[in-house]
């Protein structure tokens, strides 16, 4: 279990201000979408100031590490954020049809894959509490299949639709991946790896991107008649569970 050492002052003002600023991009974005979702367009600007907000989530915890002496654990914290920006950017240009292809969809989707697996890693800890005085912990072995069971379930039931679409092997994969996330930080606030408030972070992070997916899955389905709401609707919830988990 990690020993919490509380900041510097000056360190957490640091932190504060650079979340402001994607708190800042993030409502601009926002703003600009829900105008463009009621006239029915879509603005061309937000793809920079959400790729924007990616990458200061990523510089966040960029600048974690190195405030915390490099450790390992923040290393891959970056990594996995890193990962996940230039994911972004690949899924962007796809979805505002500067690169329509389904190769850079494809792309950003296997840039997650690592990018998921990272965070998980870091957000856990290594995974020690899986082990209690050299033993398996059953209990917590037990509380992940809570999340991986309705996945399973999930994927049975739109198999067949993402296998249409070209998307069941990334969709495996990737869901795996996804799941992995929220499990772990569920985990993280259960097993009290961190202090509470930390804990808290993480678990709401994933818990929002974990729910963004589901609305993205709208989306690449192309649901009519939720389809344009998915689109807009999974960056609202994406950034701000990146941040949370970045901040962490």
């Known amino acids: 279990m990690e020993t919490y050492v509380k900041r510097p002052q000056v360190i957490n003002q640091k932190l504060k201000v650079l979340s402001m600023i994607v708190i800042l991009l993030w409502a601009c974005f926002v703003t600009l979408d829900i105008i463009a979702y009621l006239n029915g367009t879509r603005s061309a600007v937000t793809i920079y100031l959400k790729g924007l907000a990616s990458f200061s989530c990523a510089f966040i915890t960029f600048y974690a590490w190195i405030l915390n002496k490099r450790t390992i654990k923040d290393l891959l914290r970056w990594l996995g954020f890193f990962l996940a920006f230039l994911g972004d950017v690949a ?23 690592p990018a998921l697996l990272l965070i998980s890693i870091s957000n856990a800890n290594f995974f020690n509490y899986l082990k209690v ?102 960056w609202i919830l994406y950034v701000p569970g990146m941040l949370l988990m970045a901040v962490s």
Do not use: R
């Open 91 to 113: 899924v962007l240009l796809n979805t505002y049809k500067i690169y329509s292809d389904a190769q850079v969809f494809a792309i950003g989707g296997y840039l997650f894959i």
């Open 133 to 234: 005085d050299g033993k398996l912990n059953k209990k917590g072995i037990l509380f992940g299949l809570y999340f991986y069971i309705p996945f399973i379930a999930l994927l049975i039931i739109l198999g067949k639709s993402l296998n249409q679409f070209g998307l069941l092997g990334l969709g495996v994969g990737y869901g795996l991946c996804l799941v992995t996330v929220l499990w772990t930080g569920w985990a993280t606030l259960k097993n009290n790896i961190y202090a509470k408030e930390k804990g808290i972070l993480i678990a709401v992070g994933a818990t929002l991107v974990f729910v963004m997916e589901l609305i993205g899955l709208i989306y690449n389905l192309h649901i009519k008649g939720l389809e344009d709401i998915a689109f807009f609707a999974t």
